[in-house]
């Protein structure tokens, strides 16, 4: 039998009150200079959004296990610091990947959420 549930009575508020951001924005630069520039689900990861818009130059073979290294990206040096460093697993598949450099990340590993809002990858020339 069903009740009143009280809960059905909250109400629920628009982003702009909240302070949640819904879609945070990502633009990913291909090796060529295309630029990507995409609205994504917090959670979603880059390489994620990447593949899903075909983004030429992120292989991504393994699904996003972090056991190939063909999503490497180079985070945009505005975001570097932001973003953050490898954990220890990534930094180690990072050895496998191509002309690695202090902003390299591999893109199956970056969440997406509010404070990347804006947040800009370039996709390297080729993948390992
Ligand atoms: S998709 Fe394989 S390491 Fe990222």
Request: proline fraction near 7%.
């Amino acid at each position: 039998m069903l009740t009143d549930a009280p809960n059905c009575r909250k109400k629920i508020r628009p982003p702009k009150e909240t302070g949640i951001l819904l879609m945070p924005k990502l633009t990913i630069v291909a090796f060529d200079g295309t630029r990507f520039d995409l609205d994504v689900d917090p959670g979603s990861t880059v390489m994620e959004n990447a593949v899903r818009n075909s983004v030429p130059g992120i292989e991504a073979e393994c699904g996003g296990a972090c056991a190939c290294a063909t999503c490497h990206v180079y985070v945009d040096e505005q975001w570097s610091e932001v973003v953050g460093a490898p954990e220890a697993m990534e930094e180690d598949m990072l050895d496998f990947a191509f002309d690695v450099r202090p902003t390299s990340r591999l893109s199956c590993q970056i969440k997406m959420k509010a404070a990347y809002d804006g947040l800009i990858v370039h996709v390297p020339e080729r993948q390992a």
